[in-house]
C-alpha cells in the first residue's frame, strides 16, 4: 500500500486524498509539517513539499504534477470513468482549470489563509496577520463569481462530466472551509455543485480530518450545509 507524506490541511494533499479515493485505491497517511520541515520529510524531498508518495521501491513521486501523472497512469480504473475527460477540448479545458485552481486561485487564496493560520501557529510566528486575510478574503469573493459564471451553465468545473478539475477546487475550498473562511450563503451555484461533490464516498475521509487544537467549522463535516 503506498503511502502519502501530507498536511490535513495541504490543499495538494487532499486533492491527491480524493483522488485515490474515487480510484478505490488504499493508502497509508503520515503527517508532517512542511513548514516546519519535518526531518522525514526533506530526507524524501528535499524540497519538503507536501504531498509525497512513497510506494515500495518506487523513487517518491514529488510534485502535484507529477503526482497527477503517476495517480492516473498507475491507477486509473478501465471499468469506470477515470477524472481524465476524453477528446483534446474536453482535456484543454480541464487543464485550464487545473492551473487556475492550483496555481492562481491556490497563490491568491488559500496559501495566504494556510500560512496565516496554520504555518504560523506552527512555527509559533505570532498572531495571523489581519491585513494578508483582508487580501484573501477580497480575492475569494472574486473567484467564487467566476466559479460561479462557469456553474450557471455547466454540471460540473469543466463542463458535463466530473474532471480532476472538480477534486483539485473542492480540496481548496475544503481547507478553507475547514478553517470557516467561506460564507455558503452567498455563494450560489458554487454552494450546489460542492454540496453534490461533498456527498460523495471519496469525500468521507477528508470530512472526518481534524487538526489538533483547531476545530473544524460547525458546518464543515455536515452535508446539509
Known amino acids: ?21 474515487e480510484y478505490g485505491v488504499g493508502v497509508d497517511l503520515e ?11 526533506t530526507d524524501i524531498n528535499p524540497a519538503a513539499t507536501v504531498p509525497t508518495l512513497i510506494e515500495n521501491d518506487l523513487p517518491a513521486i ?3 504534477s507529477a503526482l497527477l501523472h503517476f495517480v492516473e497512469e498507475r491507477y486509473a480504473p478501465s471499468k469506470i470513468a477515470g477524472l481524465m475527460p476524453v477528446g483534446a477540448s474536453a ?9 487556475w485552481v492550483l496555481m492562481k486561485f491556490n497563490d491568491e487564496v ?6 496565516e493560520k496554520i504555518g504560523k501557529r506552527e512555527l509559533k510566528h505570532g498572531t ?24 450557471a451553465t455547466r454540471h460540473w468545473l469543466g463542463g458535463e462530466e466530473m474532471t480532476l478539475a472538480d477534486f483539485a477546487l473542492a480540496a481548496q475550498l475544503s481547507s478553507l472551509d475547514y478553517l470557516g473562511n ?14 453534490r461533490i461533498k456527498s460523495r464516498p471519496a469525500f468521507r475521509s477528508l470530512l472526518g480530518d481534524r487538526v489538533a487544537g483547531m476545530p473544524a467549522a460547525a458546518s464543515y463535516a455536515d452535508l446539509d450545509f
Open 1 to 21: 500500500m503506498p503511502t502519502l507524506l501530507q498536511h490535513r490541511l495541504d490543499p495538494n494533499s487532499r486533492f491527491i486524498r480524493l483522488i485515490l479515493n
Open 31 to 41: 503527517d508532517v509539517s512542511h513548514w516546519r520541515r519535518d526531518a522525514r520529510l
Open 62 to 64: 514529488i510534485g502535484i
Open 91 to 99: 482535456q484543454a479545458e480541464m487543464w485550464r482549470l487545473l492551473d
Open 110 to 115: 488559500t496559501r495566504y489563509v494556510l500560512e
Open 128 to 151: 495571523p496577520d489581519a491585513s494578508a486575510l483582508r487580501v484573501a478574503k477580497a480575492n475569494l469573493a472574486e473567484h467564487m463569481q467566476y466559479f460561479t459564471y462557469l456553474l
Open 182 to 195: 467561506i460564507n455558503w450563503d452567498n455563494s450560489g451555484d458554487v454552494k450546489l455543485w460542492y454540496a
